[in-house]
C-alpha cells in the first residue's frame, strides 16, 4: 500500500473518532524506522524546519525536521513582548502530541516522535494534507461551509492551547484540509512554566468528552508520556494547567448552563 493511500485511510479514522492503536502506531513505527530519502528546507518558520521524504518497503511519505533546541534567561520580541527564561525546543512538539493523544485529540495534532536524522537530533511529525494555513484562508477570503463545525474545531484548539500554554499559536501554524479539517503544527514555544491560563475570556465552549478527559486525566500518565521532553517545572504547569481548565469550565457550566458551554 503507498503512504498516500495509508494518508488517506488515516484521516478517514480520524474522522470517525481516535484512531485505533494498532494505526496510530503503524504511523509512529513508520516516523521512527522509514528510510530518509530526501531532506529540504522549507520557506516558512522561524525554527526552519525541513521537509523529510521518507520511505519503507513499498511505502513513502512525508514529515517534519525541527531541532530547535534554545533557551535563553530573558528573550525580547520585535512586538515588545518579553519573556523570562525563554524556552524553544523540539521537545515541544512531541510533548504536544503525547498529550493530545492523552486527551482524545489525536484528530488535530499530527504524530510526532524523536529522531536523529543525518547526525542532528530533533522531532520527526508526520506532515498531515493541507490545502490551506489560517492566514491564507483569511488572505483568500474563504469561508467555511459548515461554520458550526468551524467553531466547535476553533473552540477545541483554543483549549489546547491552554493546557499546553502556547504562545505561538499564529496564522502559519494553523492547517488547514480540503474538507476544512483543521491540525495545530510546531508548538516549538508552547510548555511555558506559568499555572494560570493565558487567554480565559476565550475560552466559551468544549468538547463534552475533552472536560471529561481533562477531568480523569491520571498524572502518573502524563508524566510517563512526555518523559524526557518536559522538565519538572513544565510538567508540573501542564497539570495545573488541566485543574484551571475544569474549574474554569465547571464556572461556565453553573452559569451559562452546560448546554451552552459543551458540544
Known amino acids: 500500500m503507498s503512504m498516500s493511500l495509508l494518508s488517506l485511510s488515516w484521516l478517514v479514522l480520524l474522522a470517525q473518532g481516535p484512531a485505533p492503536a ?13 528510510r530518509v530519502v530526501t531532506v529540504k528546507s522549507l520557506s516558512k518558520g522561524v525554527t526552519r524546519p525541513r521537509k523529510v ?38 521537545h515541544f512538539n ?9 486527551v482524545g485529540l489525536e484528530a488535530m ?11 542532528e537530533r530533533g522531532s520527526l511529525c508526520w506532515w498531515v494534507p493541507w490545502k490551506w494555513d489560517e492566514q491564507m484562508r483569511n488572505e483568500q477570503k ?17 483549549v489546547f492551547r491552554e493546557l499546553v500554554d502556547d504562545t505561538d499559536r499564529n496564522q502559519t501554524n494553523m492547517l488547514i484540509s480540503e474538507d476544512w479539517h483543521v491540525w495545530m503544527v510546531d508548538f516549538s514555544r508552547a510548555f511555558r512554566k506559568s499555572p494560570t491560563l493565558r487567554k480565559p475570556e476565550e475560552l466559551r465552549r468544549c ?16 508524566k510517563t508520556a512526555v518523559a524526557g521532553h518536559l522538565l519538572p517545572a513544565e510538567l508540573a504547569a501542564v497539570l495545573k494547567r488541566r485543574d484551571a481548565l475544569v474549574a474554569h469550565f465547571d464556572a461556565q457550566i453553573a452559569s451559562r448552563g452546560a448546554t451552552n458551554v459543551l458540544f
Do not use: H
Not at 22 to 34: K, Q, S, Y
Not at 94 to 102: D, H, K, Q, Y
Not at 109 to 119: F, G, K, W
Open 142 to 158: 474563504l469561508r467555511p461551509p459548515d461554520t458550526v463545525r468551524w467553531q466547535q474545531q476553533w473552540d477545541t484548539m483554543r
Open 94 to 102: 512531541i510533548a504536544a502530541w503525547e498529550l493530545s493523544r492523552l
Open 53 to 90: 521524504t521518507l520511505a519503507s518497503g513499498a511505502m513513502t511519505g512525508d514529515a517534519v525536521f525541527q531541532i530547535i533546541e534554545e533557551s535563553k534567561p530573558i528573550e525580547r520580541f520585535a512586538s515588545g513582548r518579553v519573556e523570562v527564561d525563554f524556552r524553544d525546543s523540539y
Open 207 to 222: 468538547p463534552e468528552a475533552l472536560l471529561a478527559r481533562l477531568r480523569t486525566l491520571d498524572d502518573a500518565a502524563v
Open 109 to 119: 495534532v499530527p504524530p510526532c516522535v524523536e529522531r536523529a536524522i543525518r547526525s
Open 22 to 34: 494498532a494505526d496510530v502506531n503503524a504511523v509512529r513505527e513508520f516516523l521512527l524506522t522509514g
